[in-house]
Nanobody, 127 residues
Framework: QVQLVESGGGLVQAGGSLRLSCAAS????????MGWFRQAPGKEREFVAA????????YYSDSVKGRFTISRDNAKNTVYLQMNSLKPEDTAVYFC????????????????????WGQGTQVTVSS
């Protein structure tokens, strides 16, 4: 069982930056590929970014590529999402998710492939 707790959300002006953190419980964090998803009001949850177990492979949605960076620190059981050049359309609740995998280079953009989810943190970008 893995528990995930997101933090770092808030209100920021367009063009600004935020860094989200997701702290995981347990001693097997490095066994999980991690992902960030978001859900805007009235919309379905969508993929944002993913990272492999070691952090050597990352993958982004087209909407955030070049602006967001996903990273992880396995010693701290934490995954991060650095968000730069924020836009009003980035406003959403951001969720981190963990996917147990034996493949070191595995990552996924599919919600259904993730086993554990955090409660989410609100990010609001004003214009």
């Amino acid at each position: 069982q893995v528990q995930l707790v997101e933090s770092g959300g808030g209100l920021v002006q367009a063009g600004g930056s935020l860094r989200l953190s997701c702290a995981a419980s347990g001693r097997t964090f490095s066994s999980y590929a991690m992902g960030w998803f978001r859900q805007a009001p009235g919309k379905e949850r969508e993929f944002v970014a993913a990272i492999s177990r070691s952090g050597s492979i990352t993958y982004y949605s087209d909407s955030v590529k070049g602006r967001f960076t996903i990273s992880r620190d396995n010693a701290k059981n934490t995954v991060y999402l650095q968000m730069n050049s924020l836009k009003p359309e980035d406003t959403a609740v951001y969720f981190c998710a963990a996917r147990r995998t034996y493949l070191t280079g595995s990552y996924s953009s599919s919600e259904s492939e993730y086993d554990y989810w955090g409660q989410g943190t609100q990010v609001t970008v004003s214009s």
